[in-house]
């Protein structure tokens, strides 16, 4: 075979590869239409308890760290900034508009080790699985970069603990 000949056939691979990875995420964007990134400010009234550099890494469907969501404003890897506060989670990833999840929209917060692509020490990931539009339970995965996994999903954590009890 000639060098010509290879070199149209690694061409023609490589087209097909690409073409076959554009079709998979069009057809994974247009299954997640339904689902909205919930873009929002902080209330004025919400104190502030903590700011952390974070690496935003993915959310998924719940229980499902391998199964990319293509949530608008959530589909790819970004900076991000999180914000604790008294009423919820913010986050300002890198050229998107703001996310806020209300405390009342978070069923749980945990550590990870994996989603998608991205494996880290055991429990270095940051885990929040919140209700998106009232029944469905995403899982929205955070690497944070000054301070650690436990920390940040502690202080995320205490926001759910209930108070008043008479236990």
Known sequence: ???EGALAITI???AAVLAVLAW???RRTRRDSGLRAPVGEVPVD???L??????YVATTRHGEPLERLAIRGLG???RADLTVTSAGVALDLTGQPRLFIPTEQIVDVAQATVAIDRVVERDGL?????RRDGQTVVDSYL????ASARAVADEIGALLTPTGTDE
């Open 46 to 48: 919400a104190a502030p």
């Open 24 to 26: 998979a995420w069009w």
């Open 1 to 3: 075979m000639s060098r």
């Open 12 to 14: 023609a691979v490589t």
């Open 76 to 78: 790819f890897r970004s």
């Open 126 to 130: 940051v885990r929040i699985a919140w």
């Open 143 to 146: 690497r944070p970069q000054d």
């Open 50 to 55: 903590s700011h952390h550099e974070a690496l």
